[in-house]
């Protein structure tokens, strides 16, 4: 498969740029925050993306789908990106719909997926315990009980998880904290008694929550995937999310790039634009090249994800990709926000938000650190 959009993802693009554009602008991620919304984002926003069909764009049409790969749900990320839109669409598709999509029975996915892919059911991940990324530091007990299991543990930076209809909580049937071995994933309903979800309000008005389980019961078949091996599914989930979230902050970054160069253009000093001044032409050309490699590792992985190469290869492209990015669009919002000068840093001004929503995204599923570190392991290093 080549390394390049096709026509009909090409199309999608530019449909996703006008529907983002106008029904989901920063304006609208200003407005929720500073009404101080209860979801975090807009239900009928939601279900005009659902009925466009972008949520089921990467699952077979047998579930509801479109089977339009993980390319085309990732152009769709990218333009959404770019107007920072506040939706679901990132928690329960790349991240809920896909741990259900590979480690879900037939019997789970021909209930899920169907919901998901309509925009029905929301989904969230709960595997987070501390402040950093550490996938495989699960301490949260699940303990065999009659005709299935009880859950005690607490989860931190559930992304949607306030609003999640189901969340899908890593908690550990064996061995201890750190192992890889010892993790089962299960599907625990939001309104589960002994299950206290709280809300936490992130810098970049991105939703998340806490999570808390005392004593939280689930049936046998809540399993996804197989007991003591839930790395095996969740290991390939994450991979599959870090390239998605890393397409939406590549999105992020251009639309952040874009209004800087503009500004440059518009802005004035000694009688011309600030943008004729060589020192800011090197560092706008700096910031281009940088845009143009993210756009590249970004099309490699989504490219390799739709040809479904090996899962070593889909790993380091993934933490080749979310370093990258995330590198990125570290130096392209600070850039932004030191071309713009002191109104950069005044609220009535977007371009804070981009700034905001690098150091969230930078961390989600792992940071640069992370991420370098891990693709130097899997090269063997």
Known sequence: MPMMLTEEQNMLQETAKEFCSNNAPISQLRKLRDDDHPDGFDRDTWAAIAKLGWAGIPFPEEHGGLAFGYKGLGVVTEETGRTLAASPLFASVWVGGTAIAIGGSVAQKAALLPKVASGELLLALAVEESHRHNPYGVATQAVASAGGYTLTGAKTFVLDGHVADRLIVAAR??????????ITLFLVAAGAPGLTITRTRMADSRNAANVELEGVTVAADAVLG???????????????????ISAEMLGAAQECFDRTVQYLKEREQFGVPIGSFQALKHRAANMFCELELSKSVVLEALTALDEERDAKEIAKLASLAKAKVGETFHTVSREGIQMHGGIGMTDEFDIGFFIKRAAVTEQTFGDVSFHRNRYGELEGY
């Open 173 to 182: 049937t064996a061995g201890t904290s750190g192992d890889r071995h010892g």
């Open 226 to 244: 197989t007991v003591d091996n839930g790395a095996d599914v969740l290991d390939p989930t994450l991979d599959i999310a870090r390239i998605g």
